[in-house]
Structures are given as structure tokens and as C-alpha cells.
């Protein structure tokens, strides 16, 4: 129960740090508000994937996880260029230019299973260590057990998730097609802001 | 071709005598300043104000005579650009020592408030009641005076802001205007979304990180201004992404197309602007029944705000910062100024004058602190050879 509370406490943070991600993907998607839900909840359910694996680590590592700073540098770091490379084959996968055989790879794996890209998108969110899955992760690594540590997750995830479902109400502009460039134009911007601070955050940060 | 011949453009001229009745108000409005200026009893800084005074007002007075908008306003906007480095710039060093602020006078709030920053700091006030700009909340150049004037002037003029209010976007306009003819003629319409691509992206960015993005990666006008002391390798890449952003968005590109190309493909906060512009009551029309599709304004308008379309419908798009640049050139008069709610055919001169009221007393009281005190600099700099 506490999980719950803690993450319905905490659920607007959590939208905060996972909206420059999700706002921009559903409105150049730009589908109506059930099909949003419907990407919505495959976000949630990528996000769940993340939240369960920091279970697993809260369990098996107790709080030495968060002492370990490489932790930070490599693993969001590596979350952020993984984002980054979401956004960018969201946005270019349906117009990618002729002959971009590096692309063509990954565009066929989406294009067949297109729920991939909200699925890791969600997954790579649920890595980005936010202040109130800190919380989370210390209650988690309290109860000592696995079942403890995944349930107290789970519900952080359940008490967090409310706040995402409005998101798909954005479905409501879907006719407006302008959005749809906005939507990339965005993606886009903010895939290259996550692959740069991927990059430092993976180099350790550069400092003369 | 001969005058006699020449087709007239812009909105119908005014005798003389009905134009100084119109000036009178704006005249008295802005005599505050100089009566203020007269206070502090420094006479490079009355003589400064006064010049400016006097100046801003015969240009008005112009604008009425000559039914050209655009050329007065252009000027003065200019001016008013190229005014804010010549203060701001001895300013900084006077009280920093150079323009760059070092990481310790950040964290203690010491920068200036942009106005330009006000997008990125909505969501974080409202949403963690945090400031994220590193400016003291009330005082000269603070939060609270700036969003004071940006609510003020978007209520009063909208998008009109790009074109009257905004410190920065003569720099543009300035190059834009250099060249007669312009070297690229051909870009994607595409781009005009990138403003509202830009909003987006740093408003949830800066939401997240609880600093303003915009303001440390992507300000072209930070090399005019200030900007933090290259103390590290990143600050390094802050300063270049400044002057590559500036050079190329605010020199180079609007003088190769003849366009304002920060403020039309590039600049959020234009984007919020266009965005609030519905709460504002004077727009551009165009009377589809006088236009004879010459499509000089689509190619002309600094913002790429008019397309086919619009001459269609009769309304440019929602990025028209009302700069009057269509309205002057048009040879059919079929451009105007209106207010919303009234028909098409109610009078365009009066649209026109109350609208540029506002955006006169806008223009006016913003150059007075920066048109004035770079006059100010100048005349310090002609009689002690310093402008520190």
C-alpha cells in the first residue's frame, strides 16, 4: 500500500520525466484517443518491465545500487541513447530515405511489430532514475524479500500510472494535421537532446 | 515609372493636421519619460531621452502621414535591437566584468530576466512553484517585471510582440532588409512548424530538468547579451552553439532569403505568441474580392505567415506578427488591419490607428530603457571616451 501512495503522491514527477518522451510519439502518431490509450497502456506496460527489473535489483542489491555511482553514467546513459534511437525510428521509420541500409533493419523489426517502440520506450522511461523511484527503490530494498520488493513496484507503477491515462486524450486533436509535423519536430528535438546527455552522461560528464 | 504613374501602397495617408490631433495622446503618454529623465538631473541622459523622444514621436507621426506602417516600425525596431547590446554590454562589465557570468552568479540569481524565457518557466512555476531562470523574482530586470510586460503587451497586440516588442527580433529584420533580392527563394513550408516543435519539446525538457534549456543550448542572442564563463568543456559548446545559432539564423539566412528567419522558423517563444494571439483583438485581414492574386505578399512576408490559402480565406496564418510589411506593399489595398467582431468593411483606418497605439506605447517605453540608455552610453562615449 505504501508503494500506491507513493507513487500516487509522486505520479505528476513521474509524468514529467516521461512526457517529453510520450507527448511528442502520440501527437506525430496521430491517432484518435483510443488508439492512444491503446499505446498508452503499451507504454505503461514497457514502463512496468522497467519498474520490475529495479524490483529484482532492489532485492538483489539492496540500496548498494544507489550507492554505485557508475550506475547513473551507464545504465540511464545508455537509456537515454536508447530513447533517443526510439524517437528518431518512430519519426523516420515511415519516411526513411532510399537506400539507408543501416535503417532498413530496424525499420522492417518495427514496421512488423510496431508496439516495439512504445514497449522500449516505456521499458528505457522506467530506467530513468527520477527522485520518487529513489523512494520507491529504498522501500523496495526494505522488505528483504523479492516478492516484497516486486509488489512494492508494482504498485508504485499502479499509483504513478493514473496520471498517464489523460495523455490519450491528445487523440482528441488527431484531425488537426499540423500537429502531426509539431509531433515530429519535437520527437526529433527531443531525441537529439537525450542522445547528447546520453553521450555525457555515459562518458562520465567532460569537465576542463 | 514615373511618380505620376507609380501605383500608391499602404493605408490611405492623412493630412497633416488630423495627424498631429491622432499624435497628441501618444505625445503626452511618452512626455513621461523625458519628465522623468528631467528628474535625474544628468544632462547626457535628458539629452539622450529627449533625442529619443523626439525621434520615436516624428516617426509615428510618419507612420499616420504616410499611411506606411512598416517602414517606420521596421526602423524603430531596429534600433531598439541594436540599442540593448550598446547598454547591456558595458553594463555586464561594469558589474560582472565582462559579458560572461560566472557559474556562482547563476546559482545566486544574478542574470537578467528575458521575456523570451517566459515559456520555459510556466510549467515548472505552476506545476513546483520554482522559478528555473537564475534571475531575482521582482527588481529592474526581473521575473516579475518582465511577465508583467509580456502578459500586458500579448493582452494588447498578440503575435504583434515579434514585431513591437520583442528586444531582439530587429536583429533579424535588420538583415533581412540589407539586400534587395534574395539568393534563396524556395524553402519548405514545413519549417514554419519548427517554432511550435521547439515550444514543445523545451517546455516538457525544462519541466524535467528544472532549467531553462532554450535559454542554455539554443538562445542565438546570448552573444549579445551574456552568457556562462567558459569554465568547462560544455560551456565551450554552449558559447559556439550561440554564435553558430546567430550567425546563421539571425545574419546569414535572413540575408540570403529576405526573411526573419529566427523569428519565422526558429523562435518558441513566437510560437506561444501565435499561440495567445486568439486572446487579442486586432488582426490582419486580406478582402479576397479586392486581391488580384499578385502573391507579392506571400513572397514578401518576413514570417512566411501568408500562403495561397490565406488569400483564399481572407486570413494570414497564426503566425502573422502583425508587422504591416503585406499591408504597405500591397497595390490593391486589399490588406488591412481589423478588428475582430466587425465587418470587413469597417473602416481600416481606424482599425489601424487604434492599433497602432498600443504598439507604439509598446515600442516606446520598451526602447526607453534600452534606446535611451544606449544613447546615453554614446554620448558618455563622445565626451569621456568611455562608454563604462
Not at chain 1, 11 to 21: D, E, N, Q, Y
Not at chain 1, 98 to 115: D, Q, V
Not at chain 1, 194 to 206: E, H, K, P, W
Not at chain 2, 274 to 301: A, G
Amino acid at each position: 500500500m505504501q508503494g500506491f501512495l507513493l507513487g500516487l503522491a509522486n505520479g505528476t514527477t513521474c509524468l514529467t520525466f516521461c512526457a517529453p518522451v510520450l507527448v511528442p510519439f502520440l501527437l506525430e502518431e496521430g491517432k484518435n484517443v483510443r488508439q492512444n490509450l491503446m499505446t498508452v497502456l503499451k507504454f505503461l506496460g514497457g514502463r512496468l518491465g522497467g519498474y520490475m527489473l529495479f524490483g529484482l535489483l532492489a532485492w538483489a542489491t539492496g540500496s548498494l545500487l544507489l550507492r554505485t555511482t557508475s550506475y547513473q553514467g551507464l545504465v540511464i546513459g545508455a537509456a537515454y541513447v536508447g530513447l533517443s534511437a526510439l524517437l528518431l525510428v518512430a519519426v523516420l521509420r515511415k519516411k526513411a530515405p532510399a537506400g539507408a541500409c543501416a535503417f532498413e533493419g530496424a525499420r522492417a523489426t518495427f514496421s512488423r511489430w510496431p508496439a516495439l517502440i512504445p514497449l522500449g520506450m516505456g521499458f528505457l522511461a522506467g530506467l530513468k532514475v527520477c527522485p520518487p523511484l529513489l523512494l520507491a527503490f529504498t522501500d523496495a530494498a526494505s522488505t528483504g524479500t523479492l516478492i516484497g520488493s516486486l509488489f512494492v513496484f508494482l504498485m508504485f507503477f499502479v499509483g504513478t500510472s493514473i496520471y498517464f491515462i489523460p495523455l490519450s486524450f491528445l487523440g482528441a486533436f488527431a484531425h488537426v494535421s499540423d500537429l502531426r509535423i509539431v509531433g515530429k519536430f519535437a520527437a526529433v528535438i527531443v531525441a537529439l537532446y537525450y542522445l547528447f546527455s546520453g553521450v555525457l552522461l555515459f562518458t562520465g560528464g567532460v569537465r576542463l | 515609372m514615373t511618380a505620376s504613374t507609380k501605383t500608391r501602397t499602404g493605408s490611405p495617408p492623412m493630412a497633416i493636421w488630423k495627424a498631429l490631433l491622432l499624435s497628441l495622446p501618444m505625445f503626452l503618454i511618452t512626455a513621461l519619460l523625458p519628465l522623468q529623465a528631467l528628474e535625474s538631473g544628468e544632462l547626457s541622459y535628458i539629452v539622450a531621452i529627449l533625442v529619443m523622444w523626439l525621434g520615436f514621436n516624428v516617426a509615428f507621426i510618419l507612420m499616420l502621414t504616410t499611411g506606411q506602417t512598416y517602414r517606420y516600425r521596421s526602423v524603430l525596431f531596429i534600433l531598439l535591437a541594436v540599442a540593448l547590446p550598446l547598454w547591456f554590454i558595458p553594463m555586464m562589465i561594469e558589474t560582472h566584468g565582462s559579458m560572461m557570468l560566472s557559474e556562482e552568479a547563476f546559482v545566486s540569481a544574478e542574470a537578467n530576466f528575458c521575456p523570451l524565457a517566459t515559456f520555459m518557466v510556466i510549467v515548472p512555476a505552476l506545476v513546483k512553484r520554482i522559478v528555473i531562470f537564475p534571475s531575482a523574482l521582482a527588481g529592474g530586470l526581473g521575473f516579475a517585471t518582465a511577465a508583467f510586460m509580456w502578459a500586458g503587451s500579448t493582452l494588447a497586440l498578440g503575435r504583434g510582440w515579434c514585431s513591437w516588442g520583442c528586444l531582439f527580433g530587429g536583429w533579424d529584420e535588420l538583415f533581412s532588409r540589407l539586400r534587395k533580392r534574395a539568393v534563396i527563394k524556395n524553402i519548405d513550408r514545413r519549417w514554419i512548424y519548427l517554432p511550435f516543435g521547439l515550444l514543445l519539446a523545451i517546455v516538457l525538457l525544462s519541466a524535467v530538468t528544472l532549467s531553462p534549456i532554450y535559454c542554455e543550448w539554443l538562445c542565438p542572442f546570448k552573444i549579445v547579451t551574456e552568457f556562462q564563463a567558459p569554465t568547462s568543456l560544455l560551456a565551450i559548446i554552449q558559447i559556439i552553439t550561440f554564435v553558430v545559432l546567430f550567425f546563421a539564423l539571425v545574419v546569414v539566412l535572413p540575408l540570403l532569403t529576405r526573411r526573419r528567419i529566427q523569428c519565422g522558423l526558429f523562435c518558441p517563444f513566437g510560437a506561444l505568441q501565435s499561440l495567445l494571439n486568439k486572446i487579442n483583438i486586432f488582426e490582419v485581414r486580406i478582402d479576397p474580392e479586392k486581391c488580384n492574386q499578385c502573391k507579392r505578399c506571400i513572397r514578401e512576408c518576413p514570417t512566411f505567415s501568408l500562403n495561397e490559402g490565406s488569400l483564399e480565406s481572407g486570413n494570414p496564418l497564426i503566425t502573422c506578427t502583425k508587422c504591416a510589411r503585406c499591408i504597405d506593399i500591397c497595390t490593391k489595398n486589399a490588406i488591412s488591419f481589423h478588428i475582430k467582431g466587425t465587418s470587413l468593411q469597417a473602416s481600416p483606418a481606424v482599425a489601424r490607428v487604434l492599433y497602432l497605439y498600443p504598439g507604439f506605447v509598446l515600442l516606446f517605453f520598451i526602447s526607453s530603457a534600452n534606446v535611451g540608455a544606449a544613447l546615453h552610453r554614446i554620448v558618455k562615449l563622445i565626451t569621456t571616451g568611455s562608454m563604462i
